[in-house]
């Protein structure tokens, strides 16, 4: 079987690779964790975040990001244990290699609207050891409204919580 | 925040969760292909659950990750596959039969024939008992018919 070398694209996503604490500074909503980045060959990541919902519960969350360069696009897949629908990812990384934009679609939470909206997820690299998520929704005005801004700190090698650990470890 | 209760339709992908070995033959064009690896498969919450692959014998030390759940808004099965070997992910839609034994996932995905363009797959997840679990991939062809091009059986080690 032939297998696809890696591109500058999949290269882009190994900067990822490693141990994160994720916080979101909305006073509404905090939330706290942990995540784990890890490769699924060279062409695939995997983050696996371990978090604590306002109200404590433990909520898992499973991001994969790859690249396809039939679609020339960036595709992906998200899940959350606290929701039952899966969002499938498709986007573009901006000029400067700074932001990768995947975008997607699920329910929406508009107040007096049902269906679908669209949705987009926003990574951006700050430095080597900081990146920001801020997840936005597109309303039936066609306006979008940030709902959500994580900020990723990489946990520095000799602070690594073991694997396994982390898991019973979720909030941080 | 509170979460969507499980479903019996989450409850039946929770029949999954264990480890497994497996045997593999796959026909692609005149050749046939036998395989044998692991997986791994874990619940992520109540709602989904997650298998990771091994294929030591493949012939490239290949790993890969399979997403299920059941969107309740959608009355579906929903789920994705990747693959180290692969840079094209797989989203699958399916439902169960009346027997509540065959879950039949449906994907599009790239043709393997040097044809460009894509065409429909199917994952058919199949609980034989307990201990043993079947997963046939078909593709369809152009005249609509469905191909099986590999047979999996898993054999359940804990």
């Known amino acids: ?172 | 925040m509170e979460f969507p209760a499980a479903q019996k339709e989450h409850q039946w992908l929770q029949q999954l969760i264990g480890d497994w070995t497996y045997e593999s033959a796959s026909t692609m064009g005149e050749q046939e292909f036998k395989m044998t690896g692991t997986d791994s498969v874990r619940s992520l919450g109540d709602l989904w659950i997650v298998a990771n692959g091994t294929m030591p014998s493949g012939g490239a030390d290949g790993v890969t990750q399979m997403t299920l759940g059941f969107d309740v808004k959608r009355g579906k099965y929903v789920g994705s596959w990747v693959g180290s070997m692969m840079d094209y992910q797989w989203i699958y839609e399916g439902e169960l039969d009346p027997t509540g034994k065959i879950l039949t996932l449906s994907a599009e995905g790239p043709r393997w024939d040097d044809i460009p363009g894509t065409t429909m797959y199917h994952d058919i997840v199949e609980m034989v008992d307990d201990k043993t679990r079947l997963l046939r991939a078909e593709v369809r062809q152009d005249d609509g018919t469905w191909k099986e091009f590999m047979r999996t059986t898993y054999t359940r080690t804990s």
């Open chain 1, 1 to 172: 079987m032939h297998i696809p070398a890696a591109t500058p694209q999949h290269k882009w996503l190994h900067q990822l690779v490693g141990q994160w604490t994720m916080q979101s500074d909305d006073p509404q909503h905090p939330m706290g964790g942990i995540e784990e980045v890890r490769h699924l060959g060279e062409l695939w990541i995997i983050g696996e975040g371990q978090t604590a919902m306002p109200d404590g519960t433990p909520g898992a969350l499973r991001v994969t990001i790859g690249y396809d360069p039939e679609k020339g696009k960036f595709v992906g897949h998200w899940v959350g244990s606290m929701m039952a629908n899966q969002f499938v990812y498709e986007g573009d990384l901006d000029a400067a290699g700074k932001i990768l934009t995947l975008n997607t679609e699920g329910p929406t939470w508009e107040e007096g609207q049902s269906g679908l909206a669209r949705y987009r997820d926003i990574y951006e690299i700050v430095s080597d050891t900081e990146r920001l998520l801020r997840s936005e929704m597109q309303k039936a005005d066609g306006s979008w409204t940030e709902f959500m801004r994580v900020t990723y700190k990489r946990v520095p090698p000799d602070e690594i919580v073991e694997p396994g650990r982390s898991k019973q470890n979720g909030k941080h």
